[in-house]
Antibody, heavy 122, light 110 residues
Framework: QVPLQQWGAGLLKSSETLSLTCAVHRGSFRGYFWTWIRQSPGKGLEWIGEIDHSGTTNYNPSLKNRVTMSEDTSKNQFSLNLTSVTAADTAVYYC????????????????WGQGTLVTVSS | QSVLTQPPSVSAAPGQEVTISCSGSSSNIGNTYVSWYQQLPGTAPKLLIYETNQRPSGIPDRFSGSTSGTSATLGITGLQTGDEAHYYCGAWDSSLSGVVFGGGTKLTVL
């Protein structure tokens, strides 16, 4: 099995809620922050936020009002909800494991999920 | 508009060397470590360099990373056609309290 496997609805209408889930198949769920990152068509990467096994979250301030992340430690899964989507939220969404130092100054992401294309139509 | 600035594209011939720059500020590259990711067409990004200059297991030593002040550089030697991909830099940003990325650089091996 791939280390991270993600799934969720790929086609939404404006104002609906985006919901994605990522399963951690390899390695420990505890001790890491689990992250969502998105990539808009033809553009770079954008960090959405993160959650750890205890439910502690950190969100990108630009999305904070619409983002909720949750975790299910019994299944080694974590999820992303993004409310009130618009065309601007059309992107490939990736889950990834964050590896970092205690102060986050040394941070990287490995591995990554396969990505889910989410298209928002009006 | 990405917080970290990368050139949109670079190109070089097979066997040659190329560098990709990533420019930031004192709230990110100037005060943290940098990571680099390789994204082959149609695939998810893959960790290439972490902790500014460390390579994960399986990444050849043709790939290297460095920083100077508020800029980072990815170097690739002995270019191969299989290196054609988009490359992204990333770093923790203390102002955002999150990770910021560059806009990506498309490498073409002519």
């Amino acid at each position: 099995q791939v280390p991270l496997q993600q799934w969720g609805a790929g086609l939404l209408k404006s104002s609906e809620t985006l919901s994605l889930t990522c399963a951690v198949h390899r390695g420990s769920f505890r001790g890491y922050f689990w992250t969502w990152i998105r990539q808009s068509p033809g553009k770079g990467l954008e960090w959405i936020g993160e959650i750890d096994h205890s439910g502690t979250t950190n969100y990108n301030p630009s999305l904070k009002n619409r983002v909720t992340m949750s975790e299910d430690t019994s299944k080694n899964q974590f999820s992303l909800n993004l409310t009130s989507v618009t065309a601007a939220d059309t992107a490939v969404y990736y889950c990834a494991r964050k590896v970092s130092s205690i102060d986050d100054r040394n941070t990287w992401f490995d591995p990554w999920g396969q990505g889910t294309l989410v298209t928002v139509s009006s | 508009q990405s917080v970290l600035t990368q050139p949109p594209s670079v190109s070089a011939a097979p066997g040659q060397e190329v560098t990709i720059s990533c420019s930031g500020s004192s709230s990110n590259i100037g005060n943290t470590y940098v990571s680099w990711y390789q994204q082959l067409p149609g695939t998810a990004p893959k960790l290439l360099i972490y902790e500014t200059n460390q390579r994960p297991s399986g990444i050849p030593d043709r790939f290297s990373g460095s920083t100077s002040g508020t800029s980072a550089t990815l170097g690739i030697t002995g270019l191969q056609t299989g290196d054609e991909a988009h490359y992204y830099c990333g770093a923790w940003d203390s102002s955002l309290s999150g990770v910021v990325f560059g806009g990506g650089t498309k490498l073409t091996v002519l």
